[in-house]
């Protein structure tokens, strides 16, 4: 198969599994970062403790769930705990090293939302809420995050802070006490951005194949801070597609096939 | 010595259990959810309650559609895996069938506000929602400092339903209950409640419960009913999978008005109790 011949999709879920360290303990955000964290664990990371908000620890699904407490989830778990035992000892217990999640909206310090778009009251759009995101953003001991790149996604002000990343910047994390580290990835369908060391901002440090700085830069809502040294990603090689395919199929007909 | 509960029908346990006005927790995180008790309610016209749970999910969508609910506690408000509760959304943002209030919070500030309730203490305490939205819209989440290290936690006020109802899998002929799989909140919400149904796949000899089984002993729930399904569309492990196809389906019977009336009328209010709702269903060519 040619290099070319794959989606950015394909791109950004390729990319944020390469991100996941093998046997790291990962608290699992559903769609993106569950069908990142499973391709992961179908390639170079097997060893991946996954963790659902269901209280499934150590879930190893042939199919990717749609929700986050289907069957498939607690049948292959390692241990599945209650709703308070999962929050209480084992995220904010401090012992989930990796958080997964995904947005509607992002800031520039990485906080985002998933709450409303528009105003709270008033809303032009209302999202399903936090679940457990704020939770997962505050007490991993570091999150990744992924969403699609554009305006309406990356934005000058959020509509609403759902989960904190860097705040205000600079030490605004660390003075409002929360134990993790925060976001130390955004993967998105055009390329990767990192939080800058000191003031925390997220800077473009790495494009996708075939994405230039100027597309990223217009379809990011705020003046985006581009590294000196910025690198190409990988393109995706056939074996991790093979793979990411063959899971999403299987997906696609387990779920299909119940009516 | 409290008393035994009652083995009997889901309707009359609904009947004597739930009143209109009454704050009600319908709970079972994606596993265990109990449709068929919130079909009873729904046929009940059981009015202007306060409903709480994590994830209202398609159950709660279907009350607020029918006209059931004045209030939702919640912390995550979607179909999962789908998109949006539509009938949620239109309540929230149109004020259809009619206006709705919203209590929010995230899932682990439910969670031990249920925990909290359990154990008769006034509120639930835990780190985080600090430095977010959440805090300014929900009056009942605040900050308090640890008197011993200085800490700053969040509390918030402890959930005392007056009613709790969620689905298990087997009962025995006392009316204790045993579940196992994904068991979410449910304990912490029955017991945390005045009163408790607790509809089950079936009614057994023995639980053959191994120690250390989520087992929910007769004396703390009012009401046990044998309802087989009644957790379908969502699943009972040992039992049925969740039907991922309905879920989607629901997307498009919701998104509507005219489309949902037609068929919470046709396939709820226009059927006598679970079972038939189900033949309604399968006799239907499309769910719609």
Redesign the interface.
């Known amino acids: 198969m040619p290099d070319a011949a794959y989606t950015s999709d394909e791109m950004m879920t390729i990319q944020a599994a390469r991100m996941i360290r093998n046997g790291v303990t990962l608290f699992v955000g559903?769609?993106l970062p569950s069908a990142a964290a499973n391709l992961a664990r179908l390639t170079h990371a097997p060893d991946t403790v996954l963790i659902y908000?269901?209280?499934?620890i150590g879930a190893k699904p042939t199919v990717l769930?749609?929700?986050?407490?289907?069957?498939e989830?607690?049948?292959t778990a390692d241990a599945?705990v209650?709703?308070?035992e999962i929050?209480?000892y084992w995220?904010?217990g401090g012992r989930i090293g990796l958080g997964f999640l995904g947005a509607a909206q992002i800031d520039k310090y990485a906080n985002i939302n998933s709450?409303v778009i528009g105003d709270?009251?008033k809303?032009k759009v209302?999202?399903?809420?936090?679940?457990?995101?704020?939770?997962i953003a505050?007490?991993c001991g570091e999150v990744l995050i992924t969403l699609r790149q554009n305006n309406r996604a990356f934005v000058k002000k959020l509509d609403?802070?759902?989960?904190?990343g860097y705040?205000e910047g600079g030490d605004?994390?660390q003075k409002?006490?929360?134990?993790g580290k925060g976001p130390t990835n955004v993967i998105t369908d055009l390329g990767i951005l990192t939080p800058d060391p000191e003031t925390k901002e997220l800077t473009l440090t790495s494009l996708h194949p075939g994405v230039t700085v100027e597309q990223v830069v217009a379809a990011t809502g705020w003046p985006l801070k581009v590294a000196s040294n910025l690198e190409t990603t990988a393109a995706p090689n056939a074996a991790e597609l093979r793979v990411l395919r063959d899971l999403n199929e299987r997906t696609a007909r387990?779920?299909?096939?119940?009516? | 010595m409290e008393a035994l509960a009652h083995i009997t029908s889901l309707s009359e346990a609904i009947r004597e259990t739930v009143r209109d006005g009454d704050t009600v927790a319908l709970e079972g995180?994606?596993?265990l959810i109990p449709f068929a008790a919130g079909h009873e309610i729904i046929r009940q016209g059981k009015r202007d309650l306060t409903v709480i749970r994590?994830?209202p999910d398609l159950i709660y969508d279907q009350l607020i559609g029918a006209g059931c609910v004045k209030k939702i506690i919640?912390?995550?408000?979607?179909n999962?895996?789908?998109g949006?509760l539509h009938r949620?959304?239109d309540a929230?943002?149109n004020g259809w069938p009619q206006p709705i209030e919203i209590e929010?919070?995230?899932?682990?500030g439910m969670?031990?506000a249920?925990?909290a309730g359990a154990s008769n203490l006034p509120f639930g305490m835990?780190?985080?929602?600090?430095?977010?939205?959440?805090v300014k819209?929900n009056q009942r989440i605040k900050f308090i400092d640890c008197p011993f290290t200085g800490?700053?936690l969040a509390a918030i006020p402890a959930h005392r339903p007056d009613v709790t109802i969620i689905h298990a899998q087997k009962a025995d002929r006392k009316g204790n209950v045993l579940m196992w799989?994904?068991?979410?909140?449910q304990?912490?919400a029955v017991l945390a409640a005045q009163r408790a149904i607790v509809t089950v796949e079936e009614i057994v000899d023995d639980l053959h419960a191994p120690p250390n089984s989520?087992v929910l002993p007769s004396w703390v729930l009012s009401a046990v009913c044998e309802v087989k399904g009644g957790a379908f569309p969502s699943?009972a492990?040992g039992y049925y999978?969740?039907?991922?196809?309905?879920?989607?389906?629901w997307d498009v019977i919701a998104r509507d008005r005219a489309t949902f009336q037609t068929w919470i009328d046709r396939h709820v209010l226009g059927t006598k109790d679970f079972a038939e709702y189900k033949r309604s269903l399968e006799g239907a060519t499309s769910?719609a």
């Open positions: 559903i769609g908000e269901s209280g499934t769930p749609l929700s986050i407490g289907d069957g989830l607690s049948e599945v209650s709703i308070p929050f209480s995220l904010q709450t709270y009251n809303p209302r999202l399903p809420g936090s679940g457990g995101a704020q939770e505050g007490f609403f802070l759902t989960s904190g705040f605004s994390r409002l006490g929360l134990p387990a779920h299909a096939g119940q009516a | 995180f994606t596993h994590m994830t919640f912390s995550w408000g979607g999962p895996g789908v949006s949620l959304r929230v943002e929010e919070h995230a899932h682990a969670a031990a249920y925990s835990l780190r985080g929602y600090v430095g977010t939205d959440l819209y800490a700053k799989g994904v068991v979410g909140v304990k912490e989520v699943y492990q999978q969740r039907d991922n196809a309905f879920y989607k389906a769910h």
